[in-house]
């Protein structure tokens, strides 16, 4: 591809509904990091256990955990913008009580875990419904640019946020980080709302392809758990997400690395913050452009294996610089493989199933990360900071090369096997 190729409009922001929904996701989601590294600042405020900040993670997981299923049927029975409606309008009446319990300072560790968790009830309805509206927006042809585009989205909000949160909290205090969020959420609501009625279909349809109507069932969410025990390729995606967040999942020790190794203050804690989205948006971004990516498969476990020696840098690293670095590479490898596997999973997805496997994925994608920093917690508190990200560098590696070997399709999954995805509802 010709570098001026990579200055084009990418295939995905033509379709208009799918350009105002990244749009106001770009927004909400830079207030959104800023929420979640102040809270991580806050709790480092409120105690020096990391186990207390770890703590925070299994608060938002728990929910998850417990509603991301019937989430997931929801969005294959309802109109998945009127879900999003509802759960982005929840989160912020969350987010501004947050601001406002910090304000009157009736804030503690607690009350942060509950207002949290609460929050959590709506991330187990939106993420299924969100993710299953993309593909309702865009073309098959247009899904990887599509994902690729919310990759930046994700991760420039994750340059800003955390960048944000430092000054914000440094000048304004800790509550306007939460307020900042709360007002971020009407950016994705007003797309809703400005974008109208959309179909639960995808468009480009092949006309023999089969219809199918679901029904509010419970019943229903079996299916979706025997469909993916049924597709190696997605069940194997899955696990290697699962793993290699839980050894990797280091976030919670960041406020530990910027205080108590490289000594730097809030303002550096914010650019430390921002620094693996900086190698994630300048992955995404060339993904974005990419119209056609061989040995998908390969590429994506690279993408993992990167990941991990960059953890394990991160942890040996007493420089800022180099921190900085590592956790670019981070971000690098982490933007390889999150496209890699949402465009997978997606192609690969009846329409009328994508939202019970996005809600399975849920569990896998949330409960990683919060379990792993829940772990690096204990392994910090054990045998301090450094050590907990450099074994959780090496357990990442580990479970890259366990599901490349267990998992021989995913390792030659090229990227232009059968698709499933357009399946249309009645």
């Known amino acids: 591809m010709r570098l001026i190729d990579y200055f084009k409009v990418p295939p995905a922001l033509k379709h208009r509904k799918f350009a105002l929904l990244w749009a106001g996701l770009l927004i909400s989601i830079a207030g959104t990091q800023m929420q979640v590294w102040s809270i991580y600042w806050h709790l480092r405020l409120l105690t020096d256990q990391p186990i207390a900040v770890s703590g925070v993670g299994i608060a938002r997981l728990v929910p998850i955990l417990m509603f991301a299923l019937i989430g997931g049927l929801f969005a294959d029975t309802f109109n998945r913008r009127n879900v999003m409606f509802v759960t982005q309008t929840f989160m912020l009446l969350c987010a501004f009580l ?193 119209n056609r990516i ?47 596997r949402n465009t997978i999973r997606q192609l690969q997805t009846p329409d009328a199933l994508r939202g019970r496997m996005i809600s399975i994925n849920q569990i896998f994608f949330a409960g990683g990360p919060r379990l792993g920093e829940m772990e690096a917690g204990l392994v910090a508190q054990a045998f301090g900071t450094p050590i907990s990200i450099i074994t959780g560098g090496i357990g990442c590696l580990i479970s890259v090369v366990v599901v490349a070997l267990k998992f021989p399709q995913l390792r030659n999954y090229k990227g232009d096997e059968p698709l499933k995805a357009g399946v249309q509802i009645l």
């Open 98 to 290: 947050l601001g406002w319990l910090t304000h009157f300072g009736q804030m503690t560790i607690w009350t942060i875990y509950i207002v949290f968790g609460i929050s959590g009830i709506a991330v187990a309805f939106d993420g299924p419904s969100r993710q299953s509206l993309i593909t309702n927006l865009v073309p098959r042809e247009d899904l990887r640019s599509a994902f690729g585009l919310q990759s930046i989205a994700s991760n420039t909000g994750a340059i800003i946020g955390p960048a944000l949160s430092g000054l914000v909290i440094a000048t304004l205090g800790i509550e306007w980080s939460y307020w900042f969020n709360a007002i971020s959420f009407l950016a994705v609501i007003a797309a809703l709302i400005v974008m109208g009625k959309v179909e639960k279909e995808t468009p480009l349809l092949e006309e023999n392809e089969k219809r199918v109507k679901p029904k509010l069932d419970i019943a229903g969410i079996p299916e979706g758990i025997r469909f993916i025990l049924k597709q190696p390729i997605i069940l194997s995606s899955m696990l290697l997400d699962f793993f290699a967040s839980f050894f990797s999942s280091a976030n919670t020790l960041l406020p530990f690395v910027a205080q108590d190794i490289l000594k730097v203050g809030a303002i550096g804690y914010g650019w430390l913050s921002a620094a693996q989205s900086v190698g994630s948006v300048t992955v995404a971004f060339i993904l974005a452009q990419t």
């Open 294 to 340: 061989r040995h998908q498969g390969k590429l994506l476990l690279w993408g993992i294996t990167v990941f991990g020696f960059a953890t394990i840098l991160f942890g040996l690293s007493h420089n800022f610089a180099l921190t900085f670095a590592a956790l670019v590479l981070i971000g690098a490898g982490d933007a390889v493989s999150t496209v890699l």
